[in-house]
């Protein structure tokens, strides 16, 4: 009767073309699985890429302006921020140094050099505050060496990588992640 079994057992077999086929074709199917990896950078984000885009149509005071507003809204969006509506851009900026710490005197209204050497002097940053601070100050400094020249005195002929460049800095201390991309159905797609 175990000589039946076993002939039956191995005649099914080989009719499923054998025991060991099966793990063959999930092997076979492993090894022909792809893994895509998406890499996100800084230099992939939508303010980034429209800043490029801008710069390469030779509009670079458009490039600056759109530039700076996007990045001060990613900052407020990023650290839960609400901007007064009255408050100029300056005024936002002195006053989110005052509620991090970082007192900025009266005369940096009107003198850049002085607003650069303040918000430079701060403190010991606590490490749980460092992002925020440094994002602020990069944000700043685009504000003062470039949003200004190109808001108030016309055409701005700086270089256009160096400009480029500085925007980058900003959004290096913001999580960009959350910001412009989700986790949908284990793929990334862009927000924003």
């Known amino acids: 009767m175990e000589e039946n079994e076993g002939k039956v057992l191995k005649k099914n077999e080989r009719k499923k073309g054998g025991f060991f086929k099966r793990f063959r074709r999930a092997a076979a199917k492993k090894r022909e699985s792809k893994t895509v990896i998406k890499v996100r950078s800084v230099g992939d984000i939508p303010p980034?890429?429209?800043?490029?885009?801008?710069?390469?149509d030779g509009n670079m005071q458009e490039a600056i302006k759109r530039g700076f507003n996007r990045a001060k809204q990613d900052y407020c969006s990023q650290f839960s921020v609400t901007p007064s509506p009255s408050d100029t851009n300056r005024q936002f900026l002195i006053r989110e140094f005052a509620l991090n710490g970082i007192n900025i005197p009266d005369e940096a209204y009107l003198d850049n050099s002085l607003f650069s050497e303040a918000m430079n002097k701060g403190s010991e940053i606590p490490q749980w505050n460092k992002n925020r601070i440094?994002?602020?100050?990069k944000l700043t400094a685009f504000y003062l060496d470039y949003y200004e020249k190109a808001r108030f005195q016309g055409p701005v002929k700086d270089d256009p990588n160096t400009v480029i460049e500085k925007l980058t800095d900003v959004y290096n201390y913001l999580d960009i992640m959350k910001l412009y991309y989700t986790q949908m159905n284990g793929e990334e797609e862009e927000v924003g």
């Open 48 to 56: 980034i890429v429209n800043a490029r885009k801008l710069v390469g």
């Open 134 to 137: 440094m994002a602020l100050r």
